[in-house]
């Protein structure tokens, strides 16, 4: 990451306006979005809006001929460019043909994107912003922080001083009036320009309509009043059939403001008289600049689904401290970083895709059904593949993709860790290691690995038989959790074995775009753990149940590689997380917990990978209620805790204030002990409640249950 | 009916737009003879009212004499000066409390964008259940400038606080009216 990134992120940080502004708003606005969905099947609104945008950018080209027939038949004049330099010259030519001299815009990103109001500038045309965050923006000289709420970022006392400053003095900080003052100076603005400037947000080929979407009432006298009226419309807007507007107008002010309707919506299909009675002259500019290029990517093409509502902004705990200037000057967020990538270079995306923490809260989320962590992990493996991975981390891989040397070295450190062990955590590390330590105290590599204790255990022998792939934490750090583990499943009568030659899962080099040594990672895994006949793998660490189930089949899928196919898809049948099976072997009457008994009241945390990707919130909170357990639900229990592998190792400056909030919400539930089901999870929580020194304990839910079966 | 129109009143009223309903013609015209009374509408601040049905016709000659001020006369100078803006709506949504009108004449645009009051006639039998219905009869297809209107102007923009009347109309007054029978727009 380039130190110029890493400052712009302690700015923002630091910045208590835009923090606190973003963490507010991300409260509030999961409670009216919920609201506003009432009665609303989301699921099919989002399958219709999916079917109508695939099929769309399917046909672009086909669909874009038809829209210019269409919309020209009925007195428009259609401009179709892939290149942003054309929008502007074109632009720029209409005015000077037409003498404009002023021009009123309403909120238009394709405008944001090609950076239209310095061609303006330059041209000495003057152009006014009007919708209220974008005049604001302009005033200040500022780009966009969110794609819903350009401004979101500013408190009124700086709104105030911006109109002082740049309309008229002596504005005060009080928000209806800052209102009536945009009001009042906007207005004969409105009234005076030669053009108007909008955007649209949704275009349908089969009528040539524009539809515009606005509260403030901008768009329409924009495009009522001035007697030149040019959209910019980039080619994802475009849908076959009127039919498809609905379930766009459904989802879109739902998930952008918990709106059910904004307050105007304009749907204009071709010229209207101006208000002198003269044919008004309307211009759209069909605008591609790489989106036809997106749609052709066999992965990225999901994105042009985007109805751009900006829930993966509003959703996005990483988004919610560090606000939208991090990413660059016009799409901000999860799918701003796609969007940058492919409409701006791949490049400009190098430091932004490592904001995202692959959490997977904007997933479920998402009206257009875009898996935007899987599409940013892309960017990272092609970023990668690009530039190559550093020396560190290259030296890093070379050591995970050898087992024997990396096993060895975890031993060494058990060793060499002395110096800075306190009891099972280091607390304190020296020089560039400080930031790993200093928001929370790190487990300690245990003395003995798993993979030595657990021999030690005398099990049942039975025909009936689980492999267990315990990942690097529990086997180096956690082995307790794997020893309860065992003792668990054997009361089931179930033989636990532990195949020597398991290795890492290969997530921290996914997650890093590293999908080679990830690929190796999986070919290794794959011979270790189905060299023996076993109904099921278990794993208590959800985000290696995700790689036996799913990642090592999607690396090789992306490295082209399908030899080893057949075995990743065996693996991913037999794979299973601990709770779903505990839950399972209850269910049957295989495992009775003790009866009658009355336990302290825990809290329970959903582990990302856990939550979204396995869905399997349920089964660790049953069994703990039916083991005799309070069970008190913390605010946002299935917010990530900010671990999220190494990305707490690289952002801790992120990582940190995630956990804060995090151990705020444990801590307000009472419960006197948090439990989850990731070991990472564990790590984090467990070393922040210890920094703080609370005696509230982490624990993973193989633990609190270990002595909990008859 | 009666159902749609209850949801459509319950909705429009969440969004700060203010409904009434009256049986007739007659009592919707005296309404609106003392709004715009009380609004203080004058030669000096006037009113604007675009083309409909519902006012035209004799009564619109009738209007003119009680209420001084009120002007048939659509401009945008006219438009821009007044305080009140009426207009006749083509439909209502009860899912969502929306107006819904072709709006491709101009006049109809002004006198719902220009002044900070926006009174909005519809026929209560004009309520119907969703988009989709409207869009049957209202075709995209068909008309060039069709305007959805759900409550007055609205921002956010400044710290996430709700603030009515931005550019449009600050307020938005809906007269629901019975015995009024809309010819198809």
Redesign the interface.
Known sequence: MTTQFKDSIETALHNPNLTGALGRFSEAYRVSRAKAYEGIDFETVRDEIVAAKADASSRFEELAQQFKQNAEARGAKVFRTSDPEQVKQYILDLAREQGVQRVVKSKSMASEEIHLNKAFEKAGIEVDETDLGEWIIQLAHQTPSHMVMPAIHMTKEEVATVFSQEVEEGQMPDIPKLVKFARAKLRPKFLQADMGITGANIAVAESGTLVIVTNEGNARLVSTLPKIHVAIVGIEKLVAQVKDITPILTALPRSATGQLLTSYVSMISGQVPNTDGSPKQLHIILMDNHRSDMAKDPMFKEALQCIRCATCLNVCPVFRLVGGHVFGKTYTGGIGTILTAWFDELKKADDIQGLCIQCGTCVPMCPGKIDIPKLILELRRRLVVEKGQSIGMKAIYAVVNNRRLFHSMLRVAAVTQKPFKQGRFIRHLPLFLSDMTEFRSLPAVAPRPLRDTIKEIEQPKSPEKVAFYAGCLIDFCYPEMGESLVKILNKAGIEVIFPDEQTCCGAPARYNGAYEVAGQNARDNLKALLATDVKHVVSACPTCTVALKHDFIETFKSLGEFDAMAQAEELSAKAIDFATLVKRLVDEGRLTLKEGETLEKITYHDSCHLKRTLNASQPPRDLLQQAGHELSEMYECDTCCGMAGSYSLKLPEISAPILERKLKFIKETGATKVVMDCPGCVMQIRGGLDKEGSPIHAEHTVETLANRFK | MSHSFESFKT?AEA?SAEVHRFGTQEEATAFLLSFLQEEGVSPQEGAVCAAGTFLDGARKDDLKVKAPGLSFEV??AAS?SSKVGISQLDWGIA????LVQD????DK??VS??PPIHVALLGTDRILA???SV?EHL???E???????????????????L?I?????ERLIIVVVDDLQQVMA
């Open positions: 909705r969004v401009s945008q821009a899912a969502t409390g929306t709006a491709s004449a101009v645009r002004l964008t220009l969703d988009m989709n869009l075709r995209p297809q008309l060039n400038y069709i305007s959805c209107i759900t409550g007055p102007s609205r921002t956010a923009d400044i710290e996430r606080v603030t009347g931005v550019h449009g109309p």
